[in-house]
Structures are given as structure tokens and as C-alpha cells.
């Protein structure tokens, strides 16, 4: 398993209620995915952006000097490896913040309509692929130096490799894209996942699945599991359904008690869904 993942629901910051939720896609080994895990909100809240409620600017930089202390790091010099990371900061006034390096993903149910969090980093993008030639690079099979398939990560360093660019202008960079959104009415849940499950499901399928698992009277646990279960291969050796697969779903309660806040959702889908998708009162 190279997936790793955190969930701090407080950071207990200057008595502030700041939530912190990620996950780390590895590859090439475990290495990247656990330290980034361990130490990126770490480095987050180290910074003085952060002291200062500047968020994007505390995300950006602890993305940078989680980067840099892996590669200075003796286990990795050992374990070369690289992994994704999507990291969700939510402020206490609700304010979301993602950040994304890679291709793991993050997605919110706005009354039960997928709005993205997150942008997938491919090498095809013409920004992506950009920045890969002017740093020495070059994009084959859809692949950087026609060998990864993604084109931000925290480690990977073989990619970040020239000397007259900054750690941002590398072929492969850490540096995150950040979106930063207010809390709106209506919004319900957010869903961090590896690409793994998003090989599988679109965004849309994503949220319908976790409504729809709400209704019937699964609690957020067993849904993880169940989205997992959805996703996995037939055969582990070919197709999709075949990579590592970590999934964080979180709700957003504003306020809301547990129980208010699934009888809400539990009644939006029951009024949106599709009729064939509801069961008739009585039946199981």
C-alpha cells in the first residue's frame, strides 16, 4: 500500500477550529506518501502565513518545504519515491481551502451537485507541459520524459533536476494549485480521493454514491468502505479497478448536529433523486 492519508479535524492553532484532511497517491515506493502524511500539515502550520490567516500562501509553502526536507531526508536517498497530494483546510468560518499536487482529487456535493475542488495535473495540459519543455523536459505518451504520468508531486526529484530553474518551474513541481471558496448554502459533503477511485467514478457518481448509501442509512465509515468495494477490479491483475484506493469522505455540518445534518441531506435526495433510485415506504 504507497496510499497514505490524514484527518485532523481541529489543529488546535491559537484556539482556533481548523480542520485539516489529505491524501498521498505513492509511487515508486512508500516513502514520499508516509513522510508527506506525517509532516505536511506539520510544515503548514510552522509557517507565519499561517499564523497570520494566510492560508494560501501557509499551503503553498508547506507543500515547498515538504518537498525540500524529503529530499534532504537519508531514508529517501535509499527509497526514491514520489507521491500526489490533495489537502483540504477548512477555516472556522467554514472557508475551504484545497490544495492539489497531482492527479488525487478533491469534490464537493452542493445540493448533491459535484462542484470540483481539484484539477487534475497531467502532462497533456498545455500549462502542465509548458512549464515541463522550457525546464528540459519532454511529454511522451502522455507521460513526463515518457515516464510519469502526472506532472506535480512531492518527490520525484530525478524531475526536478535543473538548476536554473526555482522548485515551481521544475518538469515536476510540489507547488499546489489553491482554491479557496466561502461557504455556501447548500453545501453538504467533500469527498478526497486517490485516482484510484476516480478511474472508476466520475465526480457526479461520486457524490450520488455517498447520498444515495446516506439515504439507505450508512454512516460516512461504512460508505468509504463501500466506495472502495464499488471500485475494486474482478481480476487484481488487469483493468481499472486495480490501484490503490483511499477515500475521505467529510461533512460539512456548519453548525449542523450529525443527526441534523444527515436527515438534511437525506431529505434533498429523496426530493432530487431520480424515482426509480428510491424504494417504495416498506421496502428494503
Excluded at 118 to 147: C, L, M, T, W
Excluded at 185 to 190: I, K, P, Q, V
Excluded at 258 to 264: D, F, G, I, N, Q
Aim: proline share 4%; with cysteine.
Amino acid at each position: 500500500m504507497e496510499d497514505a492519508h490524514t484527518t485532523l479535524t481541529d489543529l488546535e492553532q491559537d484556539n482556533k477550529h481548523i480542520s485539516f484532511f489529505a491524501v498521498f497517491d505513492g509511487h515508486g515506493g512508500t516513502h514520499a506518501a508516509k513522510f508527506s502524511g506525517k509532516n505536511l500539515h506539520l510544515n503548514i502550520v510552522k509557517t507565519e502565513e499561517f499564523k497570520e490567516g494566510k492560508y494560501q500562501e501557509a499551503l503553498k509553502n508547506g507543500f515547498l518545504n515538504t518537498d525540500s526536507e524529503l529530499r534532504a531526508d537519508p531514508t529517501h536517498e535509499r527509497e526514491p519515491s514520489g507521491c500526489t497530494a490533495v489537502a483540504v483546510l477548512i477555516t472556522d468560518d467554514h472557508t475551504i481551502y484545497c490544495a492539489n499536487a497531482g492527479d488525487s482529487r478533491a469534490v464537493l456535493s452542493n445540493s448533491g451537485i459535484a462542484v470540483p475542488l481539484s484539477f487534475d495535473h497531467k502532462p497533456s495540459n498545455q500549462g502542465e507541459y509548458n512549464r515541463i519543455v522550457a525546464a528540459g523536459g519532454f511529454v511522451e505518451f502522455g507521460r513526463v520524459n515518457g515516464n510519469l504520468a502526472l506532472s506535480r508531486a512531492i518527490g520525484d526529484f530525478e524531475f526536478k533536476a535543473n538548476p536554473d530553474k526555482s522548485p515551481e518551474e521544475q518538469a515536476v513541481t510540489c507547488n499546489p494549485d489553491i482554491l479557496e471558496r466561502a461557504h455556501q448554502a447548500g453545501d453538504e459533503f467533500f469527498v478526497i480521493a486517490c485516482d484510484g477511485i476516480w478511474d472508476c467514478m466520475t465526480n457526479q457518481q461520486v457524490v450520488d454514491f455517498v447520498s444515495e448509501k446516506l439515504y439507505y442509512g450508512m454512516g460516512l465509515p461504512e460508505i468509504c468502505e463501500a466506495m472502495t468495494d464499488r471500485c475494486l477490479a474482478a481480476d487484481p491483475m488487469a483493468g481499472i479497478g486495480c490501484d490503490n484506493m483511499t477515500v475521505i469522505i467529510c461533512a460539512v455540518l456548519a453548525g449542523q448536529t450529525v443527526a441534523e445534518w444527515t436527515e438534511k441531506v437525506v431529505k434533498r435526495y429523496k426530493e432530487t433523486a431520480p424515482v426509480s433510485n428510491i424504494p417504495e415506504e416498506g421496502v428494503n
